[in-house]
């Protein structure tokens, strides 16, 4: 019996280790903060979020309203493109506060991935038409890179951009392309030459949803959300301003993004946050007269979900410390892609296990509504066994874990020679 799970806050009187490493301006700018996230969303909405459904189009928006207005949309870009100047500490307790708030979850696509690709390499004038359109929600991106066939192994990808002297013809398909059925611009990877190695020839670029030629069908994943899509590009006309920096270096903007993405997926506030129900869960939660506070199975699951977060916590302010050229920095985004996608597949677990028959879906619960579908079977979950089910490819997207276990494995290897 599970009884007594509404919502609630994390208290403000209670101090984590967080605070522990904060100084009193630190813990005064996280108070800020949390006070700023606390007034900026519904109840209603985050205690939606709280229970795993992720945010819809409309509370995205107008959260981003709220935090363009505080000009809090990308802390980590330059001031001078509209960032807020904070110190890589300030950066990361802000992200710890957005997941440990369950406030929705402003696209990562525009302001983590292509933003910094089109501040670093991009035209003035891609820089003057999209990042503010970017930072005030006006623009949602979505991410056209894997295809079918060409996931993990990226650089065999087949999307061709024929260039025709005024302008570029792409033909081809994309697959798995999250938001694209409301995403108003896209940014993607095409093949515009050929080389000696399949890296080469590849480009960048970036194109408006509305374009001619452009077809998407939606992918309804096992959680039964539509968040994915199959994207077909047929003699599709890209401008010649649509081509980002210079003709076949795209392999190398791609990897820029990529390195940027793995550092903004470990979702550690959130884990905390979700740690803290999960406690809350064992005390209401018994199997006969046990309550599941004391089962020693799950204390153990849940100690070492813990400890795991804390290391990972240590390792992303470690890597967020370092340069660039550091030796960490090359290896450091793969480290956190991996653990971060074993604990948070490890924490959907444990908490689906410990609601038992509660985390099974009673009633039509849609995270969106997917009207075009027909066939969709009316089978239905709430939000901890959507949240599990739909978790399964956290280890998948971003660079599978197995792909990151051959980065590491090689940098060791480089190293011992």
């Not at 700023?36 to 969303?41: K, N, S, Y």
């Not at 939606?48 to 802390?75: H, I, N, Q």
């Not at 946050?273 to 046990?290: C, P």
């Not at 020693?296 to 390792?315: G, K, P, V």
């Amino acid at each position: 019996m599970v009884k007594n799970l509404e919502y609630r806050q994390p208290r403000d009187d209670v101090w984590d280790h967080i605070d522990l490493l904060l100084d009193d301006s630190l813990r005064a700018f996280r108070g800020e903060v949390r006070q700023f996230l606390r007034t900026a969303v519904p109840d209603e909405t985050r205690a939606r979020l709280d229970m795993g459904y992720s945010a819809t189009k409309s509370e995205v928006v107008a959260f981003l309203k709220k935090l363009s207005a505080k000009g809090w949309v990308a802390p980590a870009w330059p001031v001078e493109y509209g960032g807020t100047g904070w110190s890589q500490l300030q950066r990361f307790v802000y992200t710890i506060e957005l997941g440990n708030n369950a406030v929705p979850s402003a696209p990562p696509f525009g302001t983590a991935m292509v933003g910094p690709v089109l501040y670093t390499f991009g035209s003035q004038d891609q820089k003057d038409l999209y990042l503010p359109r970017t930072l005030s929600g006006e623009d949602f991106w979505c991410q056209g890179f894997s295809e079918p066939g060409s996931g993990s192994d990226l650089a065999s990808l087949k999307t061709r951009a024929e260039d025709k002297g005024d302008h570029y013809l792409l033909n081809g398909q994309k697959i798995w392309t999250s938001k694209a059925h409301y995403a108003d611009r896209i940014f993607l990877l095409a093949r515009t030459g050929e080389g000696a190695r399949k890296q080469e020839g590849i480009s960048f670029f970036v194109l408006d949803m509305d374009t001619p030629g452009i077809e998407i069908k939606p992918i309804i994943s096992i959680d039964m959300s539509h968040s994915l899509n199959e994207v077909f590009f047929t003699d599709v006309k890209i401008p010649k301003t649509g081509l980002v920096g210079e003709a076949g270096k795209g392999w190398s903007y791609a990897k820029f993004l990529l390195g940027n993405e793995r550092t903004g997926i470990t979702n550690i506030g959130r884990c905390r946050r979700q740690v803290a129900r999960l406690k809350r869960i064992a005390r209401a939660s018994h199997v006969g007269d046990t309550p599941l506070c004391a089962d020693q199975a799950f204390l153990r699951d849940l100690a070492r979900i813990e400890a795991d977060l804390t290391a990972l916590e240590i390792t992303e302010i470690r890597l967020l410390s370092t340069g660039r050229d550091s030796a960490f920095a090359n290896v450091g985004p793969s480290v956190l892609k991996l653990k971060s996608a074993e604990i948070q597949q490890a924490l959907a677990e444990l908490m689906v296990s410990a609601l038992g028959p509660f985390a099974a879906g009673r009633g039509p619960q849609f995270v969106e509504a997917v009207e075009d579908v027909s066939d969709l079977p009316q089978v239905f979950f709430d939000g901890a066994l959507a949240e599990y089910l739909f978790g399964r490819a956290t280890s998948i997207y971003g660079g599978t874990n197995e792909i990151q276990r051959e980065i590491l494995a090689k940098a060791t290897l480089d190293t011992l020679q």
